[in-house]
Every structure is written in C-alpha cells, then in structure tokens.
C-alpha cells in the first residue's frame, strides 16, 4: 500500500507557515540547520514533519546542503498561492513517495479532472481512486482534505469526487497538466517543479480583493461567480441577502428576549425549556424573560477569521437593496485597509464587545482598543444595477469597495445549447435573448445592465410557460419598457399580453418574430 501523501497532520495554512518557521530560510550545510531545527522543535521533526515539508515542495536537501523554498516569512496570501499552485502540479511517484511501480509520475489533480470530464462531473471516490493508481492507497483522509482545502475545481464528498459548485467540466481543460519527469526520485527536479518567488502571488490579490462588490444585469450569473471565486475559502464562509428592512442591529447583533424557567414553587433553579420532571409528576416552569446579546452575520464571522489564521469570508447578496450606509453603521469606518487590515478601529457597544470578549478569549486583547478587519477576513458582495426602488449608495460607502462589472454574455457558454419553450416553438436560448438584447439597445436605448442575462431564467423556467409569462414577459413589459412597452410588445395591456401568449399568438412586434423564426 502506498501513501500520495503523508500522515503527520492536515496540510492547513497554519500547519505549513509552521514548517516553514521551523526550518531555516537560507541554504545552510545540513548538519546546521538539523541543529536549528532541532533547538526550535525536537528530533521528530525529521520524520513526517519534514517528508511533508518536502512533499509540499518547501525543502529538499542534495551534497549536503538543505535548501529552502522561502528565503522570507510569506504572507498568508502567498502561502494560500503557492498551495494552490502546488496541488495542481504535484506528481506521484516522487522522491518522497513509496511504491506506485506501476505509474510514471502523474499530476494526480490532473487525472481526477480526467475522470470528472469522462463521467459528466461526478464519480465515485473508490472508482476514481482505483483508475488512477492502479492499487490500494494508504492515508485516504489526508489526500481528501487537502483537495478539498487547495483544489479550486473538485472536491470530495460523502464518497463523490465531483465540481465544486460553479464549475463545469469545460473549466477542467486547463488543470490537465502532464509533467515530464524522467527520474521519480531527483529531489532538485522535484523541487524545483514547483518554483516560487517572492511576489508570485499576485493571483490571489487580483481575484481576491479584501471588499468586492460584483454587479451587472439580471440573471449574468453574479452569484455563481461569487460562489465560484469562493471556493478556496471551502466552509469557511458565511452568505447573508440583504433586504429593505435590514438594519444594522440584525447585521453587527442586538439584545433579543430571551426565555428561562424556573419551578413554580418559587427555587432559583432555572431551565431552558418549560416543561421537566420532578418526583414522577410533570410539571410546568414558570417562564422568566431575560435579554442576551445576539451576534449579527458580521460579528460571527469577524470571530471566525480572529479565531483562525485561515481566510474567512462574508457574502453579501443584493447589498444595495438595503441601505447599506445604515446597516453598516459605524463598522463602514473599518473599510478602509491597507494590505487587508483596517486603517482604523471602532468600539462598538458595551454589550457587543462583552460578547466578543467572552467569544475570542485570549485573542480579545487584538481588539480591545477597537475592532478592525484583520488581513485574513475578506467581504464579497453582489449587486444587481437594474433593479428599481433600490437604496442609493453614497460616494463615500462606494469608494471603500473595489467593484467589477459583470458583462452580460461573460457566462453565456454555461448556457450553450438549451433551449426555451415560447409559445408552440422552441428557439435556443442564447439566440433568443440575444435577439431581443439586440433590438431593446439599438431601437429602444435600454441601457445594457437592464437587458436579460444567461442566467434570468433557470433550465427549469425555460420550458415552464408560467414562468415565461410572469418573470420574462412581465420583467420586460414593467421594469424595462414600463412607459414605451408597444415598442416590444403588440397589445398595451400585461393580460391582453398574456392571453396572446396562451393562444400561441404573436406576443412581440412583427419584427422580433420575423428575427425568431429566422433563427
């Protein structure tokens, strides 16, 4: 039985910043810096610590010298890069790896991309593992994790190998990577494979910004790429839907009743639920209200990110369908940050802070002073530009946030090849929206963040004609023709619209339907 990977602990951020504090920084004789090491850790560390140091591509040691992948402390961005990097590339047999004679060395994230495109993007694990190794493998746990911390396209779960939501077997083209490895077991090549220099994590800042806000036209697809994106951050998420009556209470927390019992007899005992039993007899508790502070999405998942090293994220969907200004209250303050952390602190109230106390423990003295955003907690939102009646966001709010325009065909190829029911025919669904697009921006002047996106309709809207009806037709009749609607449409009226519809007459201007059936 051989192991892909070896057992010491999960490869998490913070385990593999340890391995790199623990060995040293600099090419050093190997006698030296096993010295070193051995001072800052102990004489197991050259067991399994360090072959995983090795297998993750940080050290190799050749002629007696030991060599290091980081000649600095890198940052947690840079770490969470590299892993990244590295799971895509890493190859079985190699010099840390025993058995496998079967295989010339292989990218192992490649050959599960494989068998997702061969089986439509789900296949059992027990399969896969099988096809791809020939034999039995020890350590499957640790394997399975470390997809599913580092792998942006799959993961595996409940005995599936399958995509990661927003992922589709088209993305797997560019993870079929075949190394060209002659010599399993050259520790320099292997080393070197995964080559790495300071500020080579110019990825991670580039597709993940510290305060993001995605928008663009219905139905584009913002959460998908939002949840898309987000898979590196794994379960270490939280999503919240901001709505108008969402106010800042609900998002940082608030003093909520709170109910307790105690026997009617009048004893100081209290309990959490009314009803108990006492000498054989059941009885009923007298409810006491007290109140307790509750936390918010936000506190919740600012205590996550100061309880863990690792990256934590909050998704915002439709942030400006609140007014954000408000509901942010004084935290808008913490927006402004320098390489991820905040520029300045805030104290909230008493009772939140208590909370927060009582929460990180030991870690509240970082925020005792005032809480900020520390570098490893990361705020995602969406927003929809067309909607109407939404709340406006004020200059100052939208400068704290890096926003990026969704554009309207950018996911259309997800869409490629379904097909929408209109009336008594069937037209493809890109080219029928495509079509109406064209004629609502050259006739009509709509702006294109209110034209109709891949997404507007799911697969199950398309053939489903109430929903044709009472999203599509009526979206375009109210929201984007409201005053000029017979530029589109042949009746005035929304019934008069939707009783040609269900008679499979001509519900749009002659010229549309000439362009359809021409299609």
């Not at 307790?260 to 009314?274: A, L, Q, T």
Request: contains cysteine.
């Amino acid at each position: 039985m051989s192991d892909p990977i070896c057992r010491w602990r999960n490869p998490y951020v913070e385990t593999v910043r340890q391995l790199i504090d623990v060995l040293p920084k600099t090419v050093l004789p190997s006698s030296e810096a096993r010295e070193i090491v051995i001072e800052n850790f102990d004489n197991t560390f050259f067991t399994t610590p360090y072959q995983l140091a090795c297998q993750l591509g940080l050290y190799y040691e050749s002629e007696g010298n030991l060599y290091p992948r980081f000649s600095y402390t890198p940052s947690l961005e840079e770490v969470i890069d590299y892993l990244r990097k590295w799971i895509v590339k890493y190859y079985v047999p190699n010099p840390y790896t025993r058995g496998f004679s079967e295989l010339r060395p292989i990218s192992i994230h490649a050959k599960f991309c494989e068998q997702l495109m061969k089986n439509d993007g789900n296949v059992e694990w027990d399969l896969v593992k099988t096809e791809v190794f020939k034999e039995s493998i020890g350590n499957d746990d640790i394997l399975r994790n470390t997809f599913n911390l580092y792998s942006d396209v799959f993961s595996i779960e409940k005995g599936q190998l399958k995509l990661k939501n927003g992922v589709h077997t088209d993305d797997l083209g560019n993870y079929l990577i075949n190394p060209e490895i002659t010599d399993r077991n050259d520790k320099a090549v292997f080393f070197n494979y995964f080559g790495h220099t300071k500020g080579d994590s110019s990825s991670f800042g580039k597709d993940y910004p510290y305060n993001l806000i995605i928008y663009g036209a219905p139905g584009t697809g913002k959460s998908k790429e939002v949840e898309k994106r987000s898979s590196i951050f794994g379960s270490r998420k939280k999503r919240i839907t901001f709505y108008p009556d969402y106010s800042y209470a609900k998002f940082a927390g608030s003093y909520k009743p709170v109910t307790y019992y105690k026997k009617p007899s009048g004893d100081v005992e209290f309990y959490n639920s009314r009803g108990s039993e006492f000498k054989n007899q059941y009885i009923l508790n007298e409810p006491i209200i007290d109140y307790s502070f509750t936390p918010g999405p936000f506190l919740q998942a600012l205590s996550e990110a100061f309880l863990s090293e690792l990256p934590y994220l909050l998704i915002i969907e439709e942030i400006n369908r609140a007014n954000s200004a408000a509901v942010f209250g004084e935290i808008f303050q913490l927006l402004d940050r320098t390489e991820g952390s905040s520029d300045y602190r805030v104290m909230l109230s008493e009772e939140a802070m208590l909370h927060l106390k009582e929460k990180l423990g030991e870690k509240y003295k970082l925020i005792e002073n005032g809480i900020y955003l520390p570098s490893n907690f990361y705020i995602w939102a969406t927003m929809n530009s067309a909607d109407q009646g939404v709340f406006h966001m004020d200059s100052a709010f939208k400068r704290r946030w890096n926003f990026e325009y969704l554009p309207l065909n950018k996911n259309e190829d997800v869409r490629q090849g379904k097909s929408i029911f209109f009336g008594s025919k069937q037209y493809n669904w890109n080219s029928f929206r495509q079509i109406i697009n064209t004629f609502l921006s050259a006739e009509c002047k709509i702006p294109e963040d209110r034209l109709i996106g891949p997404f507007f309709l799911s697969e199950a809207e398309l053939m489903d004609p109430e929903s044709i009806k009472n999203k599509l037709l009526l979206y375009l009749r109210d929201d984007v023709l409201r005053h000029s609607h017979r530029k589109l449409f042949e009746a005035d009226t929304f019934s008069t619209i939707i009783d040609l519809y269900d008679s499979n007459k001509n519900v749009f201007v002659q010229v549309i339907m000439d362009r359809l059936d021409t299609e």
